[in-house]
């Protein structure tokens, strides 16, 4: 009897739904990869393409940093419980702002009224800022801040604060995320006009350069683009083509590829599916290597390499059963470990009801622990690689990204595949498509159309949220009255007339926003002179 394997009998066949478009097929073998170089293709961590992760040793050098997104209410309240994370273990921070923050709107605003602190934290000026990090050396933490269109004057914030503290700014550590095409593509905090919005951008990544080095100038966020319903094939797709965008527009400004690509960093959803999870994020560090050397013409390895912060799905998370998110979130988590993350978010478990408490959030934190420290998948790099299964999904969704991005430059690049509604087509379409599988049952979400709790109506709400006060919206106006009844009013309106004046012009934005934030001007104010000078986006809309 030959000792040759055969193939198998074919098992019974079970529909296997897919949120990403891809067949996932009962069997793969050797032959779905036949002329695949695997030596080219795959290499060795830390070497081009970096299919197997951006360094040498990944996690056995060090582990990913635990930064467990957070922020609400007050600047004194989000203080405390970063004071209390860093107490748990978090290795780095994650600051969420709220609406009227992040819409360049005071607190005081009458579109602000009822969002103060609802989703993140209230920052209005320095004085919110300095309570925020009140006793943390910002010279010694690494800190991520989810802001977009204000970007440019959070930074500048954060930056006034760490002078004050006297810190050495070239030792900064952390990233802002600065991703504006995104909010036009799939979340909506956009202010001024996409062109105008991009120059903001670029004058962050060439300021930067020069005062915060070390300092993640962007982080081109494919999570948002997953949760408005993208494929996960589409998420490295539109990501990748936001990038190329902010590349051309930062050479376009003066900019040398290697000057301002190695503070480049990436955003990306964990979601359910483990194994197209992993594909994904190692599809997208092969895929942006061969671009930044291929169109761009990068010579220095940092440029090349793909850092990402990852966040498990927001958007997987359930109402109904919510202990079952506890599950999700961990094998989200351990996904985006098997994918190389460089750091990680980890949603909580009440996430789908309300900002998280403080024991949900430390459960959080402990995934991440457990998944570092009992699992032992940390102690080898990449221990996929070579999977038959991963190996054909990692070309499967380099090539339908390839795709895509190919489409896009032939329609001029992304900024005219926005501004043609191309994108937010291809992300409804999709959308539409995943809820239409949940509705039909063909996509099981458990405890939702499947599994479900005896006489379950949906509304249970068995677990404690966290409520903000609505008295902190109150103090928080009454704070920023003060502010301003105190402050030299001459000194801040000239401040905000050069704000308004360089936009006007071509001179970097940002030491005078700075310049700014430091004469007590307020986020709202430094965003309505730039409106006055940029104007503000209307979506067209698109039949």
Wanted: net charge negative; with cysteine.
């Amino acid at each position: 009897m030959s000792d040759r394997p055969t193939k198998p009998l074919e098992p019974s066949e079970r529909k296997a739904a897919s949120t990403t478009g891809l067949p996932m097929e009962a069997v793969v073998g050797p032959e779905a990869l036949r002329g695949w170089d695997a030596e080219r293709e795959l290499g060795y961590p830390g070497q081009f393409p970096f299919t197997r992760g951006v360094y040498p040793t990944m996690y056995r050098g060090r582990l990913w940093t635990m930064r467990q997104y957070a922020g609400f209410g007050s600047a004194t309240e989000s203080n405390w419980r970063y004071r209390y994370l860093l107490s748990q273990g978090t290795t780095g921070l994650s600051v969420a702002f709220d609406l009227p923050t992040q819409h360049g709107m005071d607190s005081d605003h009458a579109l602000a009224q009822g969002e103060v602190g609802k989703v993140g934290v209230a920052i209005d000026s320095l004085e919110d800022m300095q309570m925020l990090f009140e006793g943390i050396p910002l010279e010694r933490v690494s800190t991520s801040m989810t802001i977009n269109s204000t970007a440019a004057i959070l930074l500048a914030l954060y930056v006034a604060v760490a002078k004050q503290q006297g810190a050495n700014l070239h030792r900064l550590a952390g990233t802002v995320q600065n991703d504006i095409l995104k909010e036009y593509i799939a979340r909506g905090t956009y202010i001024y006009p996409l062109r105008p919005a991009m120059r903001i951008v670029t004058d962050i990544f060439a300021w930067c350069r020069r005062e915060i080095p070390n300092w993640n100038a962007i982080s081109i966020s494919g999570y948002h683009i997953r949760e408005a319903g993208a494929t996960d094939v589409q998420e490295i797709a539109f990501t990748l083509a936001n990038g190329i965008a902010y590349v051309d527009a930062a050479i376009a400004a003066g900019l040398q590829v290697d000057e301002f690509a190695p503070q480049l960093s990436f955003f990306f959803n964990a979601h359910n599916e483990l194994l197209m999870q992993i594909a994904k994020f190692r599809a997208a560090r092969r895929l942006w290597a061969r671009t930044m050397r291929k169109r761009f013409g990068a010579l220095d390895a940092r440029s090349l390499m793909l850092r990402f912060h990852a966040q498990t799905a927001g958007s997987a998370l359930t109402q109904q059963q919510p202990e079952n998110n506890l599950v999700r979130v961990a094998l989200q988590a351990l996904g985006a470990v098997l994918g190389g993350c460089q750091s990680l978010h980890a949603n909580a478990l009440d996430e789908a009801l309300a900002l998280p408490t403080e024991q949900s959030a430390v459960l959080a934190l402990r995934t991440q622990q457990i998944i570092a420290q009992e699992t032992g998948v940390v102690n080898t790099v990449d221990p996929v690689a070579g999977s038959y299964a991963i190996e054909k999904l990692t070309n499967e969704i380099e090539a339908g990204a390839s795709d895509y991005i190919a489409k896009i430059d032939a329609m001029g690049g992304v900024l005219r595949a926005i501004e043609t509604g191309y994108v937010q087509q291809e992300i409804q379409k999709a959308a539409y498509e995943y809820q239409q599988a949940v509705d039909s049952g063909e996509q099981v979400v458990v405890g939702v159309n499947r599994f479900q709790a005896p006489f379950q109506t949906g509304d249970e709400r068995p677990i404690p949220t966290l409520r903000i006060d609505p008295e902190i919206e109150r103090s928080q106006v009454a704070r920023l009255n003060a502010l301003r009844a105190r402050r030299d009013a001459a000194k801040s309106r000239a401040a905000l007339a050069e704000v308004e004046r360089a936009a006007r012009g071509s001179e970097n934005l940002m030491p005078f926003i700075l310049a700014a934030v430091e004469a007590w001007a307020t986020v709202g104010e430094i965003s309505d002179a730039l409106r006055r000078a940029f104007g503000e986006y209307r979506e067209s809309v698109v039949i």
